[in-house]
């Protein structure tokens, strides 16, 4: 046995290895070699040497090692060379504005060369291309979120520094919310007939819960707010889904007295003052005695004498702004919405000045406030009058001084 291998060695060394070499072969056609080196011996050991045997088992186990090695290879060259292709493919695909990925990884490579089609191959690709989309988005969401405390971070530094800001919206709210506790008390309540539901669209319904959200957000933070009162209120109506939508669980938590009755039945008679724009009465002071009632109404169509006829029908004082008063309006309705009578109310309420409470009112219709008082108004639209009748002008110098009709007649 010793001689046999001794022999294999030297052909090897000698003989194969030089052939292959000159004739350009290759390392992995080395296995074939080996099998001729082992015949050649086999037939000099037994030339030789009869008597001695080969080791059979381990000539199956270097011939079965060979095969491996070659088989191996093969199929490691045969794979590169797919996935090679099969990028070549990813990128052809991209080109032509197809959902690829961008990065994709060999176990997903495989995965998609073993799909059974093209269009599962296309629905794997379409979701790795949504999978990597998704995390780029993610990512981002996390950089900006790490912007954000890193510029809260910089704020709240430089609010401690001051040492005036120390009232958080915590704190605040709590505030608002005892000063409206105290209201509902000692406060002068403020009604809002809720009973108009049947002459307004939903649209209309709408924006006028919305009105009523602003209105009583306003008196919340106000110095002194009024007791809300929703009078004519109904459970199921537009005008309770409204208010769900917007407050939702902050509905049954609003310090507000909600109620289906009428404002009749709830106050006296004697008290109450229906605040519309038809009404012939113009209010001249706020009364604190009184009890205001405000129609939760918003018509575009601007529907005339709705809520005065409300009024009337219950037998109540009615009161309009004195708007024509100390405004110079233009042309135009003179409705105004909830929230801006809520802001005329309070200010009226706080400090009685009708200035600073109608400057509330939209600066597009009125044209600024009155300088003269009313009665050298009234004597100039006389003064007009006389004009146009024709009267003697010795009338008009008696009661006006020289020159004075002139400049009125060029206005």
């Given at each position: 046995?010793?001689?046999?291998?001794?022999?294999?060695?030297?052909?090897?060394?000698?003989?194969?290895?030089?052939?292959?070499?000159?004739?350009?072969?290759?390392?992995?056609?080395?296995?074939?070699?080996?099998?001729?080196?082992?015949?050649?011996?086999?037939?000099?050991?037994?030339?030789?040497?009869?008597?001695?045997?080969?080791?059979?088992?381990?000539?199956?186990?270097?011939?079965?090692?060979?095969?491996?090695?070659?088989?191996?290879?093969?199929?490691?060259?045969?794979?590169?060379?797919?996935?090679?292709?099969?990028?070549?493919?990813?990128?052809?695909?991209?080109?032509?504005?197809?959902?690829?990925?961008?990065?994709?990884?060999?176990?997903?490579?495989?995965?998609?060369?073993?799909?059974?089609?093209?269009?599962?191959?296309?629905?794997?690709?379409?979701?790795?291309?949504?999978?990597?989309?998704?995390?780029?988005?993610?990512?981002?969401?996390?950089?900006?979120?790490?912007?954000?405390?890193?510029?809260?971070?910089?704020?709240?530094?430089?609010?401690?520094?001051?040492?005036?800001?120390?009232?958080?919206?915590?704190?605040?709210?709590?505030?608002?919310?005892?000063?409206?506790?105290?209201?509902?008390?000692?406060?002068?309540?403020?009604?809002?007939?809720?009973?108009?539901?049947?002459?307004?669209?939903?649209?209309?319904?709408?924006?006028?819960?919305?009105?009523?959200?602003?209105?009583?957000?306003?008196?919340?933070?106000?110095?002194?707010?009024?007791?809300?009162?929703?009078?004519?209120?109904?459970?199921?109506?537009?005008?309770?889904?409204?208010?769900?939508?917007?407050?939702?669980?902050?509905?049954?938590?609003?310090?507000?007295?909600?109620?289906?009755?009428?404002?009749?039945?709830?106050?006296?008679?004697?008290?109450?003052?229906?605040?519309?724009?038809?009404?012939?009465?113009?209010?001249?002071?706020?009364?604190?005695?009184?009890?205001?009632?405000?129609?939760?109404?918003?018509?575009?169509?601007?529907?005339?004498?709705?809520?005065?006829?409300?009024?009337?029908?219950?037998?109540?004082?009615?009161?309009?702004?004195?708007?024509?008063?100390?405004?110079?309006?233009?042309?135009?309705?003179?409705?105004?919405?909830?929230?801006?009578?809520?802001?005329?109310?309070?200010?009226?309420?706080?400090?009685?000045?009708?200035?600073k409470a109608l400057e509330f009112v939209p600066k597009r219709k009125y044209c600024g406030f009155v300088s003269k008082p009313v009665h050298e108004l009234k004597k100039t639209l006389n003064l007009i009058n006389t004009l146009?009748?024709?009267?003697?002008?010795?009338?008009?110098?008696?009661?006006?001084?020289?020159?004075?009709?002139?400049?009125?007649?060029?206005?």
């Amino acid at each position: 046995m010793q001689s046999a291998n001794v022999l294999l060695k030297k052909i090897v060394r000698c003989s194969v290895l030089p052939f292959a070499t000159q004739h350009g072969m290759k390392k992995n056609l080395f296995p074939l070699s080996r099998t001729l080196s082992l015949s050649l011996c086999l037939k000099q050991d037994n030339s030789c040497n009869p008597s001695e045997k080969l080791d059979l088992d381990g000539w199956k186990k270097v011939m079965k090692s060979g095969l491996k090695e070659v088989s191996e290879t093969v199929s490691e060259r045969k794979e590169l060379s797919t996935l090679a292709a099969a990028r070549e493919i990813l990128e052809m695909w991209r080109l032509a504005g197809r959902s690829v990925p961008e990065n994709i990884s060999e176990e997903q490579l495989k995965i998609f060369m073993e799909c059974p089609s093209k269009s599962a191959k296309k629905k794997y690709l379409k979701y790795l291309h949504l999978k990597e989309l998704y995390k780029k988005n993610d990512k981002r969401k996390m950089d900006e979120k790490r912007e954000r405390r890193l510029e809260t971070a910089s704020k709240t530094d430089e609010t401690r520094r001051n040492s005036f800001v120390c009232l958080w919206a915590n704190c605040m709210d709590r505030a608002y919310s005892w000063r409206v506790a105290q209201s509902m008390i000692f406060g002068q309540p403020l009604v809002f007939d809720m009973s108009y539901e049947k002459d307004m669209s939903i649209r209309e319904v709408a924006n006028t819960v919305r009105q009523i959200v602003l209105s009583e957000s306003c008196n919340r933070r106000s110095v002194d707010p009024f007791h809300i009162h929703f009078c004519n209120f109904k459970d199921d109506s537009l005008y309770h889904k409204e208010f769900i939508k917007h407050y939702r669980e902050a509905w049954g938590k609003l310090l507000i007295t909600v109620t289906d009755q009428c404002y009749t039945d709830v106050f006296p008679k004697d008290k109450l003052i229906y605040l519309t724009a038809d009404s012939p009465k113009v209010m001249k002071t706020f009364d604190h005695d009184k009890i205001y009632i405000v129609g939760s109404m918003v018509d575009r169509s601007i529907k005339t004498g709705v809520s005065l006829a409300q009024a009337k029908r219950l037998g109540l004082e009615t009161a309009a702004l004195p708007l024509e008063k100390y405004l110079l309006w233009n042309t135009g309705a003179k409705n105004l919405t909830l929230d801006q009578m809520m802001h005329i109310l309070l200010t009226l309420k706080d400090t009685g000045d009708w200035k600073k409470a109608l400057e509330f009112v939209p600066k597009r219709k009125y044209c600024g406030f009155v300088s003269k008082p009313v009665h050298e108004l009234k004597k100039t639209l006389n003064l007009i009058n006389t004009l146009k009748l024709g009267k003697r002008q010795e009338e008009v110098r008696k009661q006006f001084p020289k020159n004075y009709s002139k400049r009125l007649i060029q206005k």
